[in-house]
């Protein structure tokens, strides 16, 4: 199970990296991104699963059509035991 301070360490990344996506996703696949929820990190600490929020309408309203992402974490940015508390 991972920490709470992990997990805020977490969606604190998880929320640059997306934002990072959003123009990409919304360019090539008309899905406007919202807010994240059930973030779950793997066992090995290399891939962060989490739902979100969205839709395909760009009418400003971020929810409606929830989608899945599966994000693969570089070695270079993922938590070891010393970066985000226990």
Known sequence: MVSRNRKHTLNQKLHLRVESKEPYYQ?????????????ELSADGT???????????????????????????????RLDDTMGGT
Not at 61 to 70: H, N, R, W
């Open 27 to 39: 360019e090539h696949y008309g899905y406007y991104m919202g807010g994240s929820y059930c973030v």
């Open 47 to 77: 891939q962060l699963f989490f739902g979100m929020n969205g839709n395909d309408k760009g009418d400003g309203q971020a929810f409606g059509l929830p989608g899945s992402m599966l994000l693969h974490i570089p070695a270079s940015e």
